[in-house]
């Protein structure tokens, strides 16, 4: 598959990002380089590795990355837990978006098993 930008699952993680960039953009000046660094990189993860994992040509592959992407839409999930826990931010609406990534994450990867 090669149109991974036509993907609804693409394209939802691609707004996640577009949402935590800006949580990370609100955190102190404290967080900006350990937490906000980590927020930016687990929520890009997510659609590179879609982008990268449906141009592969096997099954398997496919399949690795699309793993790795449910890996850091959870890694993404707890950051954005901790961002709420400790008070830096409001994250309800990307929490709520993390999740529906992960459910079509987990649909889209059994088309590949």
């Not at 930008?5 to 967080?31: F, G, H, N, S």
């Not at 993860?45 to 793993?67: D, M, Q, V, Y």
Request: proline share 3%; net charge positive; with cysteine.
């Amino acid at each position: 598959m090669s149109g991974y930008k036509e993907l609804r699952v693409w394209q939802a993680a691609m707004d996640l990002v577009v949402a935590t960039y800006k949580i990370a953009r609100m955190l102190p000046t404290l967080e900006v380089y350990e937490l906000g660094s980590q927020i930016r990189r687990a929520a890009v993860s997510i659609p590179a590795n879609i982008a990268e994992g449906t141009c592969r040509t096997s099954k398997k592959e496919t399949a690795h990355f699309l793993s790795i992407a449910q890996g850091s839409a959870a890694e993404l999930e707890t950051l954005l837990d901790v961002v709420q826990r400790v008070g830096y931010a409001d994250t309800q609406n990307p929490q709520i978006l993390t999740g529906q990534v992960r459910k079509m994450l987990a649909g889209l990867a059994t088309t590949y098993k």
